[in-house]
Structures are given as structure tokens and as C-alpha cells.
């Protein structure tokens, strides 16, 4: 979503605070810390569903998000997505995602994100789903993502928008 | 030398004054005609659907229903074509027409949201249904066979693509943009992913005015 689009997603998010707020939740390993993970809740039959957290580097050597697992998907798998001339397109990304020294990587709607893939169930609102990180320097860490309504564009925490 | 040059030149004048006049002659009757054309009701029956946008499909609804052209009828409606795969995009829009609905209040029931799944590989009619339940309000889930889903593809102008992918599985590139069609079938307008709710309400009570 565009900045234009910001008042209305941090008023969407505002409605969301109550629930959302008392899941704000982080992780540490090395030098990173991963805030916020979280996910969209997911229908009866669907196989895959999107994942997003902020994972930032206090290091001075960059990192890399190289893969992930987790016991509710078959696998979980790294992505990006792009608009180009009005049509989504979204890929797999191999060889990982770079989280910058002295620096974040934003796993977001509208770009870098983990996708579940292979779901064994249906992800519901309100849960954590444990899946496991795995860095090319700082090692692996097992976060909780929380699971939110499917109308989410982020989490939301101290009164800014997670966008 | 002069004397050969300047009757030349003269009459190649008069030949570029014509060949410019023919050419504004064209343009003129290319103008017409592309007004001529747009004057025409899109939907008019007479004119038949061939040069329509939007137009003639035929589709299966969750409960396994078939849904055409002439079951919409009657009602403005907003329609929409991703997968339930879509990472992003398409719950996003689905949201958000749900929110732009609930805004409209009472008259936000005057129009229906139609989403369209592009990857019956993937998303059988069920699916669809479970999925657009997600949102909490109604959505029509539709989707067909390939031959089905290239027929209304082409009517409105959708772009949708499989992209293979390491795995052995595919993702798919697809047009993302909402279209806003008339009580009668015809084309209203297309909402943005980049257009603001204000611009987007205004849109959908143009639609169901």
C-alpha cells in the first residue's frame, strides 16, 4: 500500500490494536532480533499463506535469511512480489535474503515475505504458529508467528502502523 | 539547371498539398468511425457482444452452480481475478472492498463483489467458497475450466499467466486491478491497488447511483 493509502490502513490497524497489540511479540539470536511475525488466517483447503516479521541487524556483517521450517507446512519457502504495469507478480527467492549490517529486512505485504507452503491445516486468527528460522551467520531461531485477520496489512505496536 | 528545378519543385508542392489532405481526409473519417463506435451502448444486444468488454461467460459457483453473464444482471457489480495463493494483492483488495462496502453503509449492499480464481489447478470451486467466506461478507467465488476462465479473461481484459517454480510447482502473474460493471454489463471503471479509498468510494456510488 502507498502513502496515500496510510490513514486508512493505520485507521484499519487502530481497529486491530486491541487484539494485535497484546500479540506484538520479539526474538534475538546473534545480532539480529526479529519483531512482529505474524500471518493471515487461512480457509478450509488452502495450501499456502504468507508470512511477514521486521529482522533487524545490529552487527557490522551482513546476514542472510536462508530458509525456514515449520510443523504446520510441508515447506516453507522465501518470496517476493512485485507490481509491474498493474499485474502482481510474485517469485521464489533462492540463495536467501540479505538482512544488511547496521540494518533491517522487512518481510512485508507487497514484497519479501515467507510462504507457507503445504499447509496441514488451517492457520486461525488468534493463534502462534512456531516456525524456524534459519541465518547464515547468526544461526537458527524459532519464532511464533501470530496469526491475524485475513483483512491485515500489519502489526501494529506504540501507536505506529506495522506497514 | 534553374529552369528544370523550379517547375519540379512547384508541382511536388502541389503533389506533398494533396497527399496532406488525403491524409487529414483518413484521419478525419478514422475519427468518426472510433466515435461512431464508442457512441455505441456497450451492451447494446443488437450490436451483439463481439466488441464488448466484459460480455458472455460462464463460470462455477461453490455450491456448483453455474454462474453466467445473465445471473448478474440486474446489479452493478465489482469484480476481481487472482487465486487464493496470491500472497498479497488479493486479500488486500478482498479486504478492502469489504471495508469500502461496509463504509457505503445500507447502499453497500447495491453492488456485488465478484472474485474470480485464475488457477482451478490449484483453487476448485469449494475452495472458493471457504475462501471468500474469510472475509465476512458476501462474495461471489467463482472460477471455471481453462477454456472458461480464457473466454472472461479476454472480455475483461485480464492478463493472467503460470510461472513455473523450482519446486516443480507454479505461482501465477495476474492483472490486478478491481472492475466496476454496470446493473446492465457494461464497463463503469477499474479500481486501483494504488487509488485511495476516497477516490475508490466515489467510484462505487457513481456505480450504484
Known amino acids: 500500500m502507498t502513502i496515500r493509502n496510510l490513514p486508512l490502513s493505520a485507521l484499519g490497524a487502530l481497529t486491530l490494536f486491541a487484539t494485535t497489540a497484546a500479540l506484538a511479540h520479539d526474538y534475538k539470536v546473534g545480532s539480529l532480533s526479529i519483531e512482529h511475525p505474524w500471518s493471515r488466517e487461512t480457509a478450509v483447503g488452502q495450501k499456502v499463506g504468507g508470512g511477514f516479521m521486521t529482522i533487524t541487524n545490529k552487527g557490522s556483517r551482513e546476514d542472510r535469511l536462508l530458509s525456514g521450517t515449520s510443523p504446520v507446512a510441508a515447506e516453507v519457502q522465501l518470496h517476493t512480489m512485485s507490481m509491474d504495469g498493474g499485474i502482481m507478480r510474485m517469485r521464489q527467492v533462492e540463495g536467501g535474503i540479505a538482512v544488511p549490517a547496521k540494518g533491517k529486512l522487512e518481510l512485508k505485504p507487497g514484497g519479501y515475505h515467507i510462504m507457507f507452503m503445504g499447509l496441514k491445516r488451517p492457520l486461525k486468527q488468534g493463534e502462534r504458529l512456531p516456525v524456524t528460522l534459519r541465518f547464515q551467520r547468526a544461526g537458527s531461531v524459532t519464532v511464533q508467528v501470530a496469526v491475524q485477520p485475513v483483512g491485515s496489512a500489519g502489526l501494529m505496536e506504540g501507536g505506529h502502523a506495522g506497514l | ?209
Not at chain 2, 475450466?145 to 510447482?169: N, R
Open chain 2, 1 to 209: 539547371m534553374p529552369d528544370f528545378e523550379q517547375p519540379t519543385g512547384r508541382s511536388g508542392l502541389s503533389r506533398l498539398r494533396w497527399a496532406i489532405w488525403i491524409v487529414v481526409g483518413v484521419a478525419a473519417l478514422v475519427g468518426l468511425a472510433i466515435l461512431y463506435d464508442r457512441a455505441r451502448p456497450l451492451s447494446d444486444p443488437a450490436s451483439g457482444y463481439a466488441n464488448a468488454f466484459g460480455g458472455p461467460f460462464t463460470l462455477t459457483a461453490p455450491d456448483g452452480s453455474t454462474v453466467t453473464e445473465k445471473t448478474l444482471a440486474g446489479k452493478p457489480y465489482a469484480i476481481f481475478f487472482g487465486f487464493t495463493r496470491c500472497p498479497d494483492v488479493c486479500p488486500t483488495s478482498l479486504a478492502r472492498m469489504t471495508r469500502l462496502r461496509k463504509q457505503l453503509g445500507a447502499d453497500g449492499m447495491k453492488f456485488n463483489i465478484i472474485f474470480v480464481s485464475v488457477d482451478p489447478g490449484h483453487d476448485k470451486p469449494a475452495d472458493l467458497g471457504n475462501y471468500v467466506a474469510l472475509f465476512g461478507t458476501p462474495i461471489m467465488g467463482l472460477t471455471g475450466t481453462e477454456a472458461q476462465l480464457a473466454q472472461i479473461k479476454k472480455g475483461y481484459g485480464v492478463y493472467s499467466a503460470k510461472v513455473p517454480q523450482p519446486g516443480g510447482d507454479y505461482t501465477i502473474d495476474h492483472t490486478a486491478a478491481i472492475t466496476l460493471m454496470t446493473a446492465k454489463g457494461a464497463f463503469s471503471g477499474t479500481i486501483d491497488h494504488q487509488e485511495s479509498d476516497t477516490v475508490a468510494l466515489e467510484k462505487l456510488k457513481r456505480l450504484i447511483a
